[in-house]
């Protein structure tokens, strides 16, 4: 069994700063790329930014500049550092991971997600 689970969702003030986390935990032998996606209410959830083994990142338009993903492999975890908050920032977050489990098998397991809401 393997689990996400993200924290440091929350209300932030318009130019504020939040840095969410996602640890994955249970039968893993390794992860590959790691993520953090999000999804407004009737919307399709879209890529935020992504990271690979090695360290490459990826970003949406919409965040480059102002937010950073990163990760700490020894302790299988994606961090996203969210910088310059905008209102159009506020939905729910998710992290996502591309797995090898110790059954040999490879997945993308997602967090239960984490709500990030921008006061103007």
């Known amino acids: 069994q393997v689990q996400l689970v993200e924290s440091g969702g929350g209300l932030v003030q318009a130019g504020g700063s939040l840095r969410l986390s996602c640890a994955a935990s249970?039968?893993?032998?390794?992860?590959?790329?790691m993520g953090w996606y999000r999804q407004a209410p009737g919307k399709q959830r879209e890529l935020v930014a992504s990271?690979?083994?090695?360290?490459?990142?990826n970003y949406a338009d919409s965040v480059k500049g102002r937010f950073t993903i990163s990760r700490d492999n020894a302790k299988n975890t994606v961090y996203l550092q969210m910088n310059s908050l905008k209102p159009e920032d506020t939905v729910v977050y998710y992290c996502?991971?591309?797995?090898?489990?110790?059954?040999?098998?490879?997945?993308?397991?997602w967090g239960q997600g984490t709500q990030v809401t921008v006061s103007s």
């Open positions: 249970g039968s893993i032998v390794s992860i590959s790329d």
């Open positions: 990271i690979s083994l090695s360290g490459r990142t």
């Open positions: 996502n991971a591309q797995i090898l489990t110790r059954w040999g098998t490879v997945d993308h397991y």
